[in-house]
Nanobody, 128 residues
Framework: QVQVVESGGGLVQAGGSLRLSCTAS????????MGWFRQAPGKEREGVSC????????YYADSVKGRFTISRDNAKNTLYLQMNSLKPEDTAMYYC?????????????????????WGQGTQVTVSS
């Protein structure tokens, strides 16, 4: 049984930082590209970032480039999202997801339908 569990969310002031973690079990972690998505109230879930199975290739949404860094530790079956210079518009539920297939993010990395396993999310709230 596959389980994906996010942690690390919380309340932070604008300009602050948070690091999200995501642990996956029940799958061969380094077979999967891994992604972060977020969903704000009343909005569609959007892709934030993706990392290839080996960690060497990353993709970011334009809105977070230069502020967020995705990484992974395959030995620990864990995915990370370092979020710096946070803005109120970053407030959302953040989800971790495993992408079956080649292990690479490719051009469709931000399409929800390409991910097979999802966590329950961790809330990030940025106050102004």
């Amino acid at each position: 049984q596959v389980q994906v569990v996010e942690s690390g969310g919380g309340l932070v002031q604008a300009g602050g930082s948070l690091r999200l973690s995501c642990t996956a079990s029940g799958l061969t972690f380094d077979d999967y590209a891994m992604g972060w998505f977020r969903q704000a109230p009343g909005k569609e879930r959007e892709g934030v970032s993706c990392v290839s199975w080996h960690g060497g290739t990353t993709y970011y949404a334009d809105s977070v480039k230069g502020r967020f860094t995705i990484s992974r530790d395959n030995a620990k079956n864990t995915l990370y999202l370092q979020m710096n210079s946070l803005k109120p518009e970053d407030t959302a539920m953040y989800y971790c997801a495993a992408r079956p297939g080649t292990g690479y993010c490719l051009g469709s990395w931000n399409e929800r339908r390409t991910y097979g396993y999802w966590g329950q999310g961790t809330q990030v709230t940025v106050s102004s």
